[in-house]
């Protein structure tokens, strides 16, 4: 498929009135028909997908890419190739773990500069609020990144200290007059009795969930609310892990407040009880916590609480993961796992009784919404973005460690057998890939609010 008039067909189009069969016309990079099959004898560079499911390519808004400074850890190229394997069309990376980090409008220029040529898919960028910078955040913001993020507990990475609710209180005065949102890692440390089980004991999974407790992430998330609530500005809290939480999100959200929040696959799909001892890949802050606290996150995604599921792909070398000393006290706290959150989801959500239609919506259209793209992105409709995933819902496969396109190898997921293969994946109307290949690279856009 290329920038001139094109056609997909398939029995299964996910529209927003539900699955037709049909064909999708694509010009010029955007939809410019949907049609159904009785009205059409379309045929020219027809593509015909059988009854594999045309959607919205997903959109995932919380990626760390690592690049300038860190492209050890990954980097746009390889970042860029694993999403477009997994059927994710738009990108939107964190502002930290790359050197220098985004907290000033030069430094975006920077990052810019480094994506260049790299982009197989779209890309855009949050910046960062940290505790030098207020006088920086106006310049950011009007250069195009999509918000700021802020650490309430220490990030892992120096240069990106974290913030106090007075500094947060300001950034979001900032904020307001963009009308874009603060995102926030929600841990707030205080003395906890539990931690010298992870001094004794480093390589236990158990004694590191005891390190980080629900309550720091529930007062996080309380501190967050009442900064919402006193300047109504856009708070967004990331990946909320506590169930505890949830009732206070869902008591602001009832409120009227301009509050959104987000999961990820590895707290839906992954149980602290089944996590082995010295499994390193599986460390990320807030924890994986147990199966009776993940359940209530599912519930909170069906009943809205939980606005959309993002990977938090935060990758590492074997080295700072502690592979082989399997130290969680040590270990760099990341899940990697871009290139397979369709599937993850894909699998747990079937067995939960979520439809193709909720995953989209969890996956594409809440993120567009939410990204303010939702007039061009997160639909099957003319005049939108032909950023398109074709996939076979039934299909199974297992994940092997030479499918991976991180750059590190390095993925909770190996090994697992998943329902939902991403067979081809168009960005901007354009093949990027088809079939475990790469048709045509460097087809992303980068992206600005």
């Known amino acids: 498929m290329n920038s001139s008039r094109s056609a997909l067909k398939s029995k299964n189009i996910l529209c927003p009135s539900g699955m037709i069969s049909g064909i999708v016309l694509v010009e010029q990079n955007k939809i410019i028909a949907v049609l159904n099959e009785s009205?059409?004898?379309?045929?020219?560079?027809?593509?015909?997908?059988?009854?594999?499911?045309?959607?919205?390519?997903?959109?995932?808004?919380?990626?760390?890419?690592?690049?300038?400074?860190?492209?050890?850890?990954?980097?746009?190229?390889?970042?860029?190739?694993?999403?477009?394997?997994?059927?994710?069309?738009?990108?939107?990376?964190?502002?930290?773990?790359?050197s220098p980090v985004t907290t000033t409008a030069s430094n975006f220029e920077i990052k810019q500069a480094a994506a260049n040529g790299k982009l197989n898919v779209n890309c855009g960028f949050w910046g960062g609020v940290v505790p030098d910078n207020l006088n920086e955040l106006d310049a950011l913001l009007k250069s195009g990144v999509f918000g700021l993020k802020a650490f309430l507990t220490h990030?892992?990475?120096?240069?990106?200290?974290?913030?106090?609710?007075?500094?947060?209180?300001?950034?979001?005065?900032?904020?307001?007059?963009?009308?874009?949102?603060?995102l926030v890692h929600c841990e707030l440390d205080a003395p906890n009795e539990d931690s010298h089980?992870?001094?004794?004991?480093?390589?236990?999974?158990?004694?590191?969930?005891?390190?980080?407790?629900?309550?720091?992430?529930?007062?996080?998330?309380?501190?967050?609310?009442?900064?919402?609530?006193?300047?109504?500005?856009?708070?967004?809290?990331v990946h909320i892990s506590s169930a505890?939480?949830?009732?206070?999100?869902?008591?602001?959200?009832?409120?009227?407040?301009?509050?959104?929040?987000?999961?990820?696959?590895?707290?839906?799909?992954?149980?602290?009880?089944?996590?082995?001892?010295?499994?390193?890949?599986?460390?990320?802050?807030?924890?994986?916590?147990?199966?009776e606290n993940n359940e209530k996150l599912w519930a909170a995604l069906k009943d809205g609480t939980l606005d959309f599921v993002v990977t938090d792909h935060s990758p590492a070398p074997p080295d700072l993961k502690e592979i082989t000393s399997g130290n969680f006290k040590k270990a760099w706290g990341g899940i990697a796992g871009l290139q397979f959150s369709l599937p993850v989801m894909w699998t747990a959500m079937q067995?939960?009784?979520?439809?193709?239609?909720?995953l989209t919506a969890l996956m594409s259209g809440n993120v567009a919404n939410f990204m303010k793209m939702n007039s061009r992105k997160g639909k099957i409709e003319k005049g939108y973005d032909a950023d398109l995933v074709i996939w076979n819902p039934s299909k199974k496969f297992i994940i092997k460690s030479e499918q991976i396109q991180h750059r590190h190898?390095?993925?909770?997921?190996?090994?697992?057998?998943?329902?939902?293969?991403?067979?081809?994946?168009?960005?901007?109307?354009?093949?990027?890939?088809?079939?475990?290949?790469?048709?045509?690279?460097?087809?992303?856009?980068?992206?600005?609010?």
């Not at 529930?218 to 809290?237: F, G, K, P």
């Not at 890949?281 to 807030?286: H, V």
């Not at 994946?425 to 475990?436: C, L, P, R, W």
């Open 39 to 98: 009205e059409t004898d379309f045929t020219e560079h027809l593509v015909d997908v059988g009854e594999s499911v045309i959607m919205p390519g997903l959109i995932d808004c919380h990626v760390h890419i690592n690049e300038p400074g860190r492209t050890a850890w990954e980097g746009f190229e390889t970042a860029t190739k694993a999403a477009a394997a997994g059927g994710i069309t738009t990108l939107i990376e964190m502002p930290l773990n790359a």
């Open 244 to 291: 505890e939480a949830l009732p206070l999100i869902a008591a602001a959200k009832k409120e009227g407040l301009p509050l959104t929040a987000e999961t990820c696959p590895h707290y839906l799909f992954f149980n602290a009880e089944q996590i082995p001892d010295g499994a390193t890949e599986f460390k990320c802050a807030p924890p994986i916590r147990e199966t």
């Open 155 to 182: 990030s892992g990475i120096d240069d990106f200290p974290n913030t106090t609710a007075e500094h947060l209180h300001k950034a979001l005065l900032i904020l307001k007059k963009y009308d874009l949102p603060l």
């Open 197 to 237: 089980y992870l001094d004794e004991n480093p390589r236990s999974y158990a004694a590191y969930l005891k390190s980080r407790p629900k309550s720091w992430e529930n007062n996080a998330v309380q501190l967050m609310i009442d900064l919402c609530r006193e300047t109504r500005s856009r708070v967004h809290l």
């Open 409 to 449: 190898k390095i993925t909770p997921y190996t090994g697992l057998e998943l329902f939902g293969q991403v067979e081809q994946t168009y960005v901007n109307g354009i093949k990027v890939f088809d079939h475990e290949n790469f048709i045509h690279l460097n087809q992303g856009k980068l992206l600005k609010s």
């Open 351 to 358: 067995q939960r009784g979520f439809s193709i239609h909720d």
